[in-house]
């Protein structure tokens, strides 16, 4: 009886989370990969994608290793861009991997109150043996919230 009650509680939970999730997010759009090349023995890959709902977007920025990558090599930020306004709205402190990861990303806070087109960036610190080599992703295509 206990197994049955928790495969039961499982699915609940699980649906209740995806049911949210699909309320909670109207649409999403990634920039292109765009390779950063191979640096200090490690080759990387970088974008960007911009989530909206009604009222509100975000932006994150994601950052790809071919192999893992020791802490403190990758950084990534995420700038989230307003049409109307011509620049940048929000964007995310930097982020480092804390531990040896072959991925690691970050994201701006929900940026709201103005319905408008929206599209993000990413930008990454990626270290090179003695300093950081700075990247950035392209342009994700610009959604509407």
Same mark, same amino acid.
């Given at each position: 009886?206990?197994? &049955?009650f &928790?495969?039961t509680?499982?699915?609940?939970?699980?649906?209740?989370?995806?049911s949210?999730? $699909?309320?909670?997010?109207?649409?999403?759009a990634?920039s292109?990969?765009?390779?950063?090349?191979?640096i *200090?023995?490690? +080759?990387? %890959?970088?974008?960007?994608?911009v989530?909206?709902?009604?009222?509100? +977007? $975000?932006?994150?920025? =994601?950052? #790809?290793?071919?192999?893992?990558?020791?802490a403190? @090599?990758?950084?990534a &930020? $995420? @700038?989230?861009? &307003?049409?109307?306004? =011509?620049? @940048?709205? !929000?964007?995310? #402190?930097? !982020?480092y991997?804390?531990?040896?990861?072959t991925? %690691?990303?970050?994201?701006?806070? %929900?940026?709201?109150? *103005?319905?408008?087109y929206?599209r993000a960036r990413g930008?990454?610190?990626?270290?090179?043996g003695?300093?950081?080599?700075e990247?950035f992703?392209?342009?994700?295509?610009y959604?509407?919230?």
């Amino acid at each position: 009886m206990f197994k &049955r009650f &928790r495969i039961t509680f499982f699915t609940f939970v699980l649906g209740f989370f995806l049911s949210f999730s $699909a309320v909670a997010l109207a649409a999403s759009a990634s920039s292109p990969l765009s390779s950063f090349g191979t640096i *200090y023995n490690h +080759a990387y %890959w970088g974008d960007a994608t911009v989530f909206t709902d009604s009222g509100h +977007a $975000a932006g994150s920025a =994601g950052i #790809e290793c071919g192999n893992s990558a020791p802490a403190g @090599y990758m950084g990534a &930020r $995420a @700038y989230l861009y &307003r049409q109307s306004v =011509g620049s @940048y709205v !929000s964007l995310s #402190e930097w !982020s480092y991997n804390s531990l040896t990861a072959t991925s %690691w990303g970050t994201s701006t806070d %929900w940026y709201s109150g *103005y319905s408008d087109y929206y599209r993000a960036r990413g930008n990454f610190n990626i270290y090179n043996g003695y300093d950081y080599t700075e990247k950035f992703s392209g342009y994700t295509p610009y959604l509407h919230n």
